[in-house]
């Protein structure tokens, strides 16, 4: 890697260090409170269909965002990423009804999409010699931020400042981001690309079975932290009796659990596929939320915490990214694409869904959609060979 890069990752990563608030914000139980009370709603999960918005954003944009990335270069990308977050964490925080809000998510499933389809191939042109690590540190910075957020919230409450505060110093501080990445260099290979369109591209891609479930699991992978992640601490609250203004620990507990999962893998990435992985992770998850929907205590909620965010949020998303874009090193842009669009169909459809379910019906919905993706990793370790030697004699 070449040392002048160092600045570009940074700003790179950092990004994912303010999405990590904002991804996150929606599901802390205070804030949908607040968010609540301020949309004049009477069901907190309510909230919950302002987090699936963001996976309408991203269906909305993930189509062009990708070739776009792949064929005027990743800065623009990350450029317009920034701006259109900075619009949906302010908006949120200022939205006077959830009409509003839902249209600043939309936007910031947008940035979002912008971001993806630009960060992962730069950070993997960036630090070529280990793609999956590289595009697992991009969930190493959410998962800091994810796990600071109590700390956050409690520095805003003893401010006496409203929490909605969070979100637009968040998005302050992605603008500042946003205008340092006019300015850093990017590797030339990420400044020319592919002038043709996601379903040009897609026409020309050798697509198999094995490829397809591999994409597929950006849905199935997607649901089980997302789930988790929206949902937990309602169930936490109303089903095991943790106490309100304690159950926010829950998201500590997440957070060092997918860090840990972040180093641990990164280590042993350079021993194993990290195909491998992509079965094992999500085969830990249905044996925790099994757990979690039978005992229903507040000590199995925080270790369930814990193993979900190694296991759901540990990279499994980050490493099926990183496995299409080495099978179609050509358009690694709209391979991207392809696994967010699954990723926020998920998102959007799932949490629609959830927002209008029970905490215990969101779990055993999350329990049945991660055991469809272990089958699918299952499928596609079999098959992984064939899908390399199709790369090779390319």
């Known amino acids: 890697m ?13 990004n994912y260090f303010i999405h990590g608030i904002g991804c996150s914000i929606l599901s802390q139980q205070v804030v949908k409170e607040m968010l609540a009370a301020q949309w004049g709603l009477s069901d907190v999960m309510a909230v919950t269909s302002i987090a699936a918005a ?35 964490l302010v908006g949120i925080a200022f939205s006077p009804n959830i009409t509003i809000a839902y249209i600043a998510a939309v936007l910031g499933g947008i940035a979002n999409s912008f971001l993806d389809t630009a960060t992962y191939p730069a950070v993997a042109e960036i630090i070529d010699k280990y793609t999956g690590i590289a595009t697992m540190g991009i969930k190493f910075f959410i998962s800091i931020a994810q796990l600071l957020m109590p700390f956050f919230l409690g520095v805003v409450a ?89 159950v926010s620990v829950m998201q500590t507990y997440y957070s060092a659990g997918t860090m840990v999962a972040l180093v641990v893998t990164s280590l042993l990435i350079t021993k194993f596929k990290q195909v491998r992985f992509l079965v094992i992770y999500p085969a830990i998850s249905v044996v925790m939320l099994a ?8 000590v199995i909620c925080y270790i369930g915490a814990f193993v979900i965010g190694y296991s759901a949020a540990g990279g499994v998303l980050q490493m099926a990214t990183a496995t299409v874009n080495d099978l179609f090193p050509k358009i690694k842009g709209t391979i991207t694409s392809l696994v967010m669009i699954a990723s926020s169909l998920c998102n959007y459809t799932i949490l629609t869904a959830a927002a209008k379910m029970t905490s215990s019906q969101v779990i055993v919905m999350n329990l049945v959609i991660t055991i469809i993706g272990v089958v699918l990793a299952l499928f596609v370790n079999m098959r992984y060979g064939t899908l390399l030697k199709n790369v090779d004699a390319e």
């Open 158 to 246: 003893g401010s006496s400042l409203s929490y909605l505060m969070l979100p637009v110093v968040a998005g302050v501080a992605i603008g500042v981001l946003g205008i340092l990445a006019i300015f850093a260099p990017f590797p030339a290979a990420s400044e020319s690309g592919k002038s043709e369109s996601l379903i040009q591209n897609i026409k020309n891609a050798n697509f198999s079975i094995e490829s397809i479930a591999l994409i597929l699991i950006g849905f199935t992978s997607t649901a089980t932290f997302q789930l988790w992640l929206n949902c937990a601490q309602t169930f936490g609250t109303e089903i095991a009796k943790i106490p309100s203004e304690s």
């Open 54 to 88: 963001l996976g309408l954003g991203r269906l909305i944009s993930l189509p062009f965002a990708g070739p776009l990335s792949d064929k005027l270069g990743r800065r623009l990308s990350v450029i317009i990423g920034c701006a259109s977050y900075v619009i949906f």
């Open 2 to 14: 070449n040392k002048k890069y160092l600045p570009s990752a940074l700003i790179l990563y950092l």
């Open 291 to 298: 757990l979690v929907y039978v005992i229903k205590t507040p």
